[in-house]
């Protein structure tokens, strides 16, 4: 049995797509649902059962769960960037993946596969390579990145990432994000403006050094995201690693993407940033990859534009989720 938290969510339905895809549908999807429309996410996928977040964590501490768990891809959290109650992520973001991480501990033989983020390496004062040694030195610039950096130096001070695997994603877009509201990717926010009225709105760049929109983050498709993902459940390495292209984009870049892959003349309109984000935004993020490399996956992500062509073409023009 393969758990996947967070599964009805963005990248966690996505790897229950491909996991499909691969034949495998032993998979307990543990979730919060709410009021949300990411149920629609799970309407395609094949399954075993489904289980609430406070359900699954309670039964698999009390040992009630009667089955054996080879894998679990720990996808759950808060993923708001702006969420402001600090308390709340600490209790959903850190202390639930260690109450994982605490069973796991006594259950060496499950895989367990975690989401950090890209979000921890805050300004990028101290670079992007995803070595262990430096985790201390890292400085997020908002509550969320801090509430993932947080389990990372705890599974470091256990000894748990000799065998664990956390993975910093960077700038994910894609299918099965609609449910996210403010926190989609642009493309899925601006898609109907731009099909409508033709253009598009990105903000200005407070720095002299960039230019407008040129702004620079490692965007990358959750496609990618789940294949690279999927790799560590043969390879059994341990350690934190980056999910990413190894490319950063400007944001102009992207939102050429999007005019192009519908056909239409780029227009882009500059908008202040608001001041709340001044402080706390990331103006270049790009992944370093050669530890990934280094243990074997050799996955090729697709290139900007055909990312975002097949995004655009086969589910947003569709309104179709993975696997519909």
């Not at 898609?191 to 960039?210: C, H, M």
Request: glycine share 8%.
């Amino acid at each position: 049995m393969i758990v996947i938290t967070g599964g009805a969510g963005f990248i966690g339905s996505c790897l229950v797509w491909m996991l499909n895809q691969r034949g495998v549908e032993d998979i307990l999807i543990v979730d919060r649902l709410g009021t949300s429309e990411k149920w629609k996410n799970l309407v395609p996928l094949k399954y075993q059962d489904f289980l609430d977040k406070d359900d699954f964590i309670s039964r698999l501490e009390a040992g009630e769960l009667n089955f054996g768990i080879d894998a679990i891809l720990h996808l759950g959290a808060c993923s708001s960037t702006t969420e402001k109650d600090a308390s709340y992520l600490m209790e959903n973001n850190f202390r639930y993946t260690a109450r994982i991480g605490h069973w796991w501990e006594r259950n060496q033989e499950c895989r367990f596969i975690y989401a950090s983020s890209a979000a921890t390496y805050g300004n990028g004062g101290q670079g992007y390579e995803d070595r262990e040694s430096d985790l201390h030195d890292l400085r997020p610039l908002n509550m969320y990145g801090y509430s993932k950096h947080v389990f990372d130096l705890y599974a470091q001070k256990k000894g748990w990432l000799k065998k664990i695997v956390g993975l910093k994603y960077f700038n994910v877009f894609g299918p099965n994000e609609e449910h996210k509201g403010d926190m989609r990717s642009l493309i899925a926010k601006a898609f109907k403006r731009v099909r409508d009225e033709g253009e598009i709105s990105l903000f200005k760049s407070n720095r002299a050094n960039y230019s407008h929109g040129e702004q620079r983050r490692d965007f990358i498709y959750v496609k990618d995201v789940a294949a690279m993902t999927l790799f560590f459940l043969q390879n059994k390495k341990g350690g934190i690693y980056n999910i990413g292209t190894g490319e950063a984009k400007t944001w102009n870049d992207l939102a050429r993407a999007l005019f192009n892959a519908l056909g239409k003349e780029t227009v882009i309109k500059y908008v202040d940033m608001p001041a709340s984000l001044e402080n706390k935004y990331q103006y270049f993020t790009q992944a370093e990859m050669e530890k990934l490399r280094s243990v074997g996956c050799d996955h090729t992500c697709m290139s900007l534009d055909d990312a975002v062509k097949d995004y655009v073409h086969n589910h947003l023009i569709t309104e179709t989720p993975l696997g519909w």
